[in-house]
């Protein structure tokens, strides 16, 4: 039916053109974004869940941060007590010179002041075993606790104190003949027993966190990609929709002017 008041074919192509470049406009955004889900208006129930993912990963970025804050003054405490370790044999070796009642006055004084110096010598490899603030060596010292998981779940290394040890090795240490060296033998035992067991624990230590760090990277290496499925755009795909969707827009724009022209046919009806 030709009508001059309704031209259905004319409405036809502007709902055409019009879903065409609405369907443009969503295409054209994914591709300057790169995502298909940019914002609450595209799905609201899908950024909802990716705003939650982008906050865990950026929680697994801190937890890591704190790790290898805490891994620092594990390392660093590790360093330390193994160079006591080995200066405690050193410490021994001269111990047990000084326990030989054959050595000269002047030999024995001489050993002495080697071992005073050792034994400062531990002082100072316990005092500088420091990272940022924190020296787990130490009397003072105290357990390190840190977020590890995005959950608020804690991790706590454990303090490796030596220093009360040597303390009571300085107190015990009497090489004055050789019968008090061999009894600083004894001391030297308990003050050794005392170093391995930091090192034991310093070890079992950095190991786990060393699998925490290995899992935590994991963890926010799967959340993002898992993110990036979830919310990235398919770019090859957006651009061969964008092609389409304008050479659809342009068909409406020609559909549109064929069905604007069609009434004029009308007029040569009454000529």
Do not use: C, W
Not at 44 to 53: D, E, K, M, P, W
Not at 60 to 87: P, R
């Amino acid at each position: 039916m030709l009508s001059i008041n309704t031209n259905s074919s004319a409405m036809a192509a502007v709902q055409m053109y019009n879903s065409a470049s609405n369907d443009l406009s969503q295409v054209q955004k994914r591709i300057s974004t790169g995502l298909k889900v940019a914002d609450g208006f595209d799905d609201a129930s899908t950024f909802a869940v990716a705003q939650r993912l982008r906050s865990d990963i950026k929680a697994f970025d801190k937890i890591d941060q704190s790790m290898n804050g805490v891994k620092g003054s594990v390392e660093v405490a590790m360093a330390g007590a193994t160079a006591v370790s080995d200066l405690t044999g050193s410490i021994r070796e001269k111990v047990t010179q000084l326990a030989d009642d054959s050595i000269s006055a002047e030999t024995r004084a001489s050993y002495t002041e080697d071992l005073t110096s050792m034994l400062a010598q531990v002082d100072s490899f316990i005092a500088n075993s420091n990272f940022d603030g924190s020296n787990l060596l130490q009397t003072a010292s105290t357990d390190l606790s840190f977020v590890a998981a995005a959950d608020g779940t804690t991790m706590t290394v454990s303090a490796a104190d030596i220093e009360t040890a040597k303390t009571t090795l300085d107190g015990a240490v009497d090489v004055s003949d050789a019968a008090n060296a061999r009894t600083t033998l004894a001391a030297l035992d308990t003050f050794e027993t005392a170093v391995n067991s930091a090192i034991s624990s310093l070890g079992s230590d950095g190991k786990a966190l060393d699998m925490h760090s290995d899992f935590i990277g994991k963890l926010s290496d799967a959340t993002e990609k898992g993110l990036g499925n979830m919310v990235d755009a398919d770019l090859a795909q957006e651009a061969a929709n964008q092609s389409a969707l304008q050479v659809k827009q342009q068909l409406a724009v020609q559909a549109l002017s064929s069905a604007a022209s069609a009434p004029m046919n009308i007029l040569s009806l009454f000529r």
